[in-house]
């Protein structure tokens, strides 16, 4: 079965830096895009950083310049290194495979990131 595990969250000051990780399992790993999102109290849950299964990568503006996604296929593993954070980087952060056909993508359980003074 296909699971996504997130880890790494937790409490972290304003210009302070977490890694996210994601442990995939039960697919190919390195066939997928993975994707990082996250979801603010009240927000829409947004994309925060793609990664494609050849190594080319996106950010969403906010966070160009402080977080860099990478992913370690060896270890069937995405991470999303966090740095220079602000309050507004608050959130459930999660990690998503990317789905090869329609409407099939598969979400992990989500990690919350606190940016807090």
Known sequence: QVQLVESGGGLAQPGGSLRLSCAGSGFTFSAYRMSWYRQAPGKERELV???????????????????????????????????????EDTAVYYCKRVSLVSNSDYWGQGTQVTVSS
């Open 49 to 87: 950083a793609s990664i494609s299964s050849g190594g080319s990568t996106n950010y969403v503006e906010a966070v160009k310049g402080r977080f860099t996604i990478s992913r370690d296929n060896g270890k069937s593993t995405v991470y999303l290194q966090m740095n220079s954070l602000k309050l």
